[in-house]
């Protein structure tokens, strides 16, 4: 363990969002297909996995594609909020995790299928398989369609499935001077270096 304590970041939560859907969604998208009726030979698996910010760059990629991201926690500290200390020591939060993908079909008709499919697996694997940090857990919150420009959508279909990951331990408060008068290596070199000053 470092001075820090243990910590926990929304990049880990995308990440670990991006590895189960790359072990699980291809699987889940031909099993989604033949349930519900919708030719699975018109089904492509990804071709891009990717965490971003937003749909900026898109047309750029190779489709169909998945990506992972995130605006912040669902909420600011305070009373009511979703992010906060517990138990004292420990502090929580609940981040907005959308997963968007996009596909392209070859009308109107079979790329609204294919975001369908894509949603309903995405909200399958994630449910069901959810992803394996530890104290993490993962809520469906939202569906919503069309989220390509408008001119892209006769045959690019968008979807955003949202998703909050709740997390238990975001990091602890770990008693500061204490911790930096036991002169772990890690606090060392920081003091060496000047990064971090003693006080007492």
Do not use: C, K
Request: proline share 4%; glycine share 8%.
């Amino acid at each position: 363990m470092t001075w820090l304590g243990p910590v926990l970041g929304v990049h880990q939560v995308r990440a670990d969002a991006i590895a189960t859907l790359q072990a699980w969604l291809p699987t889940a998208l031909i099993d989604v297909a033949r349930q519900t009726g919708i030719d699975e030979t018109i089904v492509e698996l990804p071709r891009s996995w990717r965490r971003v910010a937003s749909w900026d760059s898109v047309a750029e990629d190779q489709q169909p594609l998945v990506f992972a991201t995130s605006s912040g926690t669902t909420s600011t500290s305070g009373a009511g909020a979703n992010t906060g200390r517990r138990r004292s020591s420990e502090w929580y939060a609940e981040w907005e995790v959308p997963i968007l993908a996009a596909v392209r079909g070859q009308d109107y008709d079979q790329t609204a299928d294919l975001v369908s499919v894509y949603a309903t697996a995405i909200r399958a694997v994630l449910v069901q398989r959810p992803p394996s940090l530890d104290g993490v857990r993962w809520w469906w919150t939202s569906e919503q369609f069309d989220a390509l420009p408008a001119e892209q959508q006769r045959t690019w279909g968008g979807v955003v499935v949202t998703f909050v990951a709740s997390a238990d331990r975001v990091m602890v408060d770990v008693g500061g001077h204490a911790d930096l008068n036991s002169r772990t290596p890690e606090v060392a070199a920081a003091l060496d270096r000047g990064v971090l000053t003693r006080t007492s």
